[in-house]
Nanobody, 120 residues
């Protein structure tokens, strides 16, 4: 079983910054990818940023140049640095991990979500 523990959400003014953290714990073989998705009220969940083993990253067009995803391999933790936040970034942000639980099996895991609200 794998647990994802998120932290770092909150209320921030437009133009401000927040950093989200997601730590994976439990028993697993390796992590294939970790990232962040978000879901605003009345909208579908969308990918924000993702880190893949090997070091590649990808971002939603709406956050390119403002958000940066990084990973601490030793801590199995991924971070999302969010700068120049806009009201449209308001959403519940969910951590996701694609985990190799054994040599032959991969599973998706989700965190419970953390609220990010951008408002003056």
């Amino acid at each position: 079983q794998v647990q994802l523990v998120e932290s770092g959400g909150g209320l921030v003014q437009p133009g401000g910054s927040l950093r989200l953290s997601c730590a994976a714990s439990g028993s697993f073989f390796s992590i294939n990818a970790m990232g962040w998705y978000r879901q605003a009220p009345g909208k579908q969940r969308e990918l924000v940023a993702r880190w893949r083993s090997g070091g590649s990253t990808n971002y939603a067009d709406s956050v390119k140049g403002r958000f940066t995803i990084s990973r601490d391999n030793a801590k199995n933790t991924v971070y999302l640095q969010m700068n120049s936040l806009k009201p449209e970034d308001t959403a519940v942000y969910h951590c996701h991990a694609d985990v190799r639980t054994t040599k032959w099996n991969n599973y998706d895991y989700w965190g419970q979500g953390t609220q990010v609200t951008v408002s003056s």
